[in-house]
C-alpha cells in the first residue's frame, strides 16, 4: 500500500490528513473547499459508497492519490465557484471527464483551489473568495490563475492538482511556486466539466512535485471525448497526416532564444545557468529567433478577450447564479446581476473582448490576431525542423507583491509573453522547477511539437528538481508534533 | 476609445458601469487597445486566420440527444434561485 493509500485508507488518518491541510492553508489561502471524505462520482448515491461496480480503486501510481481541483473544473458534490461572487452558491451536480478519467485511475478529489475569477489574471488576487499566498513568501503572490493548485502542490498539501491553462495559467504559478507545471497539446486532454473562458485556448493541465505523477496523470486523462467536440486522439486527422511528430522522446538538439528583452536579473541567471546545464550534459544547443514573439501578447489578449465576452455572456443571472431581489425590467436584471456578480478584471476582459469583435473593428483586431496566430504556428513548426524542444523561461519575472505596487496589471499581462506563445501553438509545455533567484523558485519552460509530450518529461526528467517551502512540514512530521500516533509506513 | 465608444460596448456586453469604473476600466482598455495596435506592423498577408489549433475540419455528430444518464435534469434546476415546480421563478420585473 502506498504512502497516500494510507493516508486516505481510514477514518483516523483522513482526519489527522483533514486538521494538518486545515492548520497550513490558513497561512496559504489554497483551497476555497476541502473535505476527503467525499466518495468519487461513480460511487456517489450509493448507501455503503459503492458503485455498481464495486468500490473503484485503480491501481498504479494514481490509487488512492488525493487530487486538488481548481474550481472551474466541475466535481459533483463540490461546489463550482471559478471565484466569483456570481457562482459562489453554485452546487455542482456533475463530473468533468478529465476529473472522471483520474478517479476511475484510483485518484480522489479532496477540495477545490482558489482561482483569479473564471481563470483572468495572474497572481489569483482576482479571486473574489480569497487569498492565495507564496508558499515561499506570503507577501508574494502564488501565480495565476491556477494559484491555489501550484501553492496547494508546492506546500506538500496534496501530491498532484488540476488547474487549467488558457495562457498560461498552470505553468505560471507552477514556476511561482517551484513545481512542475503541464500543459497538454489543445483537445489532448477533453474540457468537458471545464469553465468556458477562451474555448480555442483553454486545456486542462495538472501541477505536481514529480514528473512519475504528471504523466501517469496525464495518461489517465487524455483522449478524444464524445462529449468535447474540440478533443483530439493523437492519431487525429490534422491535415498533414498522424499528428505526432516522428523521432519519439529521444531529445538532441534543444533551441533557445536569443536576445531576449525584460528578462528580470534572476530569470535571466536562471535561464543561462539551465542552457550551462544541458550543454554539460552533451544536449546540441540552437540559438533559434521568434520574430512573432513580439505579437504574442496582443494576439492573445485579443482573442482570448474576444472568446471571453461570448462565453461569459451566459451569465444573466436567470437560471443560476446570484441576482438581485428586484428590477425594473428584464435589462435591468441582468446588467445588475452582471454588475454586482463580477469583479473588475473580468469586466475589462469582457468589454475589450466585446470591443474587438465589435462591427467595423473585426478585420483590424480579431481577424488580425488569427492570423497572426497562424504566423506564431508556423514560426514555431520551422523551428521544431531544427530542434526536439524548445527551451524559454516559465516567466520574465520573479513572483511579485500583493497588489500592484511591483507589477501593475497591464505589466502581469506582458508577462504572459513566454507561456501564451505555446497556448496559441496548441503545443504542449512544461514548467520546470530548479533554479532559484533571490529565495525564489524560478520556473524553466519546455516547449514541444503537438503530440510529443513524452520529450517534455524526457528532458524535464534531467533538469528539474521540486523546491520545499521552508515553513510548510510535511503531514508525517506534523502529525507527529500534533500528537497523532499514525502508520504512515 | 472616447467615452461614447466605451459607454456602447458596455451596453453591447450588458455590463453596467458607474461613472468611477467608467473612468478606471476605461483606462485600462483605452491602455490595451493602444498596445494592440502593435499587430498592425506583423506580416500577416496570405496566412488564413487559425480558429482551432490542430483540427483542419469540422467535427460533427449524429443528431441524437445526448444525455448524460449520471447528470439528472433536477440537479440542474436546483441550482435556479427560485422554483415553482420546475418552473424558474424570476424577479418581479414590471
Redesign the interface.
Known amino acids: 500500500m502506498s504512502y497516500w493509500n494510507r493516508v486516505l485508507g481510514a477514518p483516523h488518518t483522513r482526519e489527522a490528513y483533514a486538521a494538518f491541510v486545515r492548520a497550513q492553508d490558513e497561512r496559504l489561502g489554497a483551497f476555497l473547499e476541502f473535505d476527503p471524505e467525499r466518495r468519487n462520482?461513480a460511487d456517489r448515491g450509493t448507501e455503503d459508497g459503492r458503485g455498481a461496480g464495486g468500490h473503484r480503486r485503480g491501481v498504479g501510481l494514481l490509487a488512492g492519490l488525493p487530487v486538488a481541483v481548481k474550481d472551474n473544473i466541475a466535481v459533483a458534490g463540490f461546489r463550482l465557484t471559478c471565484g466569483s461572487r456570481f457562482l459562489e452558491a453554485?452546487?455542482c451536480?456533475?463530473t468533468a471527464t478529465a476529473v472522471r478519467r483520474l478517479e476511475a485511475a484510483g485518484a480522489r478529489v479532496v477540495g477545490k483551489t482558489n482561482l483569479d475569477e473564471f481563470g483572468m489574471g495572474s497572481s489569483t488576487d482576482n479571486s473574489a473568495l480569497g487569498v492565495t499566498n507564496n508558499p515561499y513568501d506570503h507577501a508574494r503572490v502564488a501565480g495565476g490563475s491556477s494559484g491555489g493548485s501550484a501553492a496547494a502542490v508546492a506546500a506538500g498539501l496534496v501530491p498532484l492538482a488540476l488547474g487549467s491553462d488558457t495562457g498560461g495559467s498552470v505553468r505560471q504559478p507552477a514556476s511561482f511556486c517551484g513545481v512542475y507545471g503541464f500543459k497538454p497539446?489543445?483537445?489532448a486532454v477533453s474540457r468537458y466539466g471545464l469553465v468556458a473562458f477562451a474555448s480555442?485556448l483553454d486545456v486542462v493541465g495538472a501541477c505536481a512535485r514529480d514528473l512519475d505523477t504528471l504523466e501517469a496523470a496525464f495518461a489517465a486523462m487524455r483522449g478524444l471525448d464524445?462529449?468535447d467536440?474540440?478533443s483530439?486522439a493523437p492519431e487525429?486527422?490534422?491535415?498533414a497526416g498522424s499528428?505526432v511528430p516522428a523521432g519519439g522522446a529521444e531529445v538532441r538538439a534543444v533551441g533557445v532564444l536569443t536576445g531576449l528583452e525584460g528578462l528580470a536579473p534572476g530569470v535571466q541567471a536562471a535561464y543561462a545557468s539551465t542552457i550551462a546545464k544541458l550543454r554539460g550534459r552533451g544536449y546540441e544547443l540552437r540559438e533559434i529567433s521568434l520574430n512573432?514573439l513580439?505579437?504574442v501578447?496582443?494576439?492573445y489578449?485579443?482573442i482570448a478577450t474576444a472568446e471571453a465576452?461570448a462565453n461569459l455572456?451566459r451569465y444573466?443571472?436567470?437560471?443560476?447564479?446570484a441576482?438581485?431581489?428586484?428590477?425594473?425590467?428584464?435589462?435591468?436584471?441582468?446588467?445588475?446581476a452582471?454588475?454586482e456578480g463580477?469583479g473588475?478584471e473580468v469586466?475589462?476582459r469582457?468589454?475589450?473582448?466585446?470591443?474587438?469583435l465589435?462591427s467595423g473593428f473585426q478585420d483590424?483586431?480579431y481577424?488580425?490576431?488569427?492570423?497572426?496566430?497562424?504566423?506564431i504556428?508556423?514560426e514555431l513548426n520551422r523551428a521544431f525542423e531544427q530542434v526536439q524542444v524548445i527551451l524559454t523561461p516559465t516567466v520574465p519575472v520573479l513572483p511579485f507583491a500583493h497588489g500592484e505596487g511591483e507589477l501593475t496589471?497591464?505589466e502581469q499581462?506582458l508577462a504572459d509573453q513566454f507561456t501564451a506563445t505555446a497556448s496559441?501553438?496548441?503545443?504542449p509545455a512544461l514548467s520546470v522547477p530548479g533554479e532559484w533567484a533571490d529565495g525564489l523558485p524560478v520556473g524553466m519552460q519546455l516547449l514541444a511539437p503537438?503530440f510529443a509530450e513524452n520529450r517534455l518529461w524526457a528532458l524535464g526528467r534531467e533538469l528539474g528538481e521540486a523546491g520545499t517551502p521552508p515553513d510548510y512540514p510535511a503531514f508525517p512530521e506534523w502529525a507527529a508534533s500534533a500528537g497523532y500516533r499514525l502508520d504512515l509506513g | 476609445?472616447n467615452e461614447d465608444?466605451?459607454r456602447v460596448?458596455?451596453d453591447?456586453?450588458?455590463?453596467?458601469?458607474t461613472d468611477e469604473?467608467l473612468a478606471?476600466?476605461g483606462a485600462?482598455?483605452e491602455?490595451?487597445?493602444s498596445?494592440?495596435e502593435?499587430?498592425?506592423e506583423?506580416?500577416?498577408d496570405g496566412?488564413?486566420?487559425?480558429?482551432?489549433?490542430?483540427?483542419?475540419?469540422n467535427?460533427?455528430?449524429a443528431d441524437e440527444p445526448?444525455m448524460?444518464p449520471?447528470?439528472?435534469a433536477d440537479?440542474?434546476l436546483?441550482?435556479?434561485?427560485e422554483l415553482e415546480d420546475r418552473f424558474?421563478v424570476?424577479?418581479?420585473?414590471?
Do not use: C
Open positions: 462520482t453554485l452546487r451536480p456533475y497539446t489543445y483537445g480555442s464524445e462529449r467536440h474540440s483530439l487525429a486527422d490534422t491535415g499528428a512573432t513580439q505579437y501578447v496582443p494576439a489578449y485579443t465576452s455572456a444573466n443571472g436567470v437560471r443560476y447564479g441576482r438581485p431581489e428586484m428590477a425594473d425590467n428584464p435589462d435591468e436584471l441582468v446588467r445588475t452582471r454588475d463580477f473588475p469586466k475589462l469582457i468589454l475589450l473582448g466585446t470591443y474587438v465589435r483590424q483586431y481577424l488580425r490576431a488569427q492570423r497572426i496566430r497562424t504566423a504556428r508556423n496589471a497591464f499581462k496559441l501553438a496548441g503545443i503537438a | 476609445m465608444e466605451l460596448t458596455a453591447l456586453a450588458e455590463i453596467e458601469l469604473e478606471s476600466l485600462a482598455v491602455q490595451l487597445v498596445y494592440f502593435i499587430m498592425a506583423a506580416d500577416v496566412l488564413e486566420p487559425t480558429t482551432h489549433a490542430l483540427l483542419r475540419r467535427r460533427i455528430r445526448a448524460d449520471e447528470t439528472d440537479d440542474l436546483e441550482n435556479a434561485p424558474i424570476i424577479p418581479n420585473v414590471l
